[in-house]
């Protein structure tokens, strides 16, 4: 009897660890960004569209594609360190919530940011586009 209960103990026990590592993942994975489109089997018109480069894009200059660069890639930045501040707290929160499954309420799943980086990463995938189209160095 007592081996019964000590195996169906165990088994609970791997389900626990199982939900804990599932319930971080959530807390601090964000969707995959969509993959910019094939170049190769595409027009540059075609391609403009489906990356949605407007026409006031089209005409900016290498200078101005590279400090735009750069200042996406600073917001991506800062966007990345939020997320990262919140993960212990979202970990610890994980833990408590197995136990006690109201404490996952106070978990800070910063989807907020996260839709800003993916607005970020299309942004990047466009000033990338339009820096190879027009030869920028």
Known sequence: MISLLM???????????VFIFFI???GCARRAPD????????????IAIA????DKDKSMSCFRI???QQKAAKEYEQNEAIIESSRTHNQVTGYIGVFFPPALIVADNDD???????TLQKRKDQLDYLWKSKSCR
């Not at 993959?35 to 075609?46: F, I, T």
């Not at 990356?51 to 407007?54: E, K, N, R, S």
């Open 7 to 17: 195996k169906h103990s165990n088994n609970f026990f791997k389900l626990i660890l």
């Open 24 to 26: 971080i993942l959530a």
């Open 35 to 46: 993959l910019p489109p094939a170049y190769a089997s595409h027009n540059d018109e075609e």
């Open 51 to 54: 990356l949605g480069i407007t």
């Open 66 to 68: 590279k400090v735009d």
């Open 112 to 118: 907020e940011i996260k839709a800003q980086l993916d």
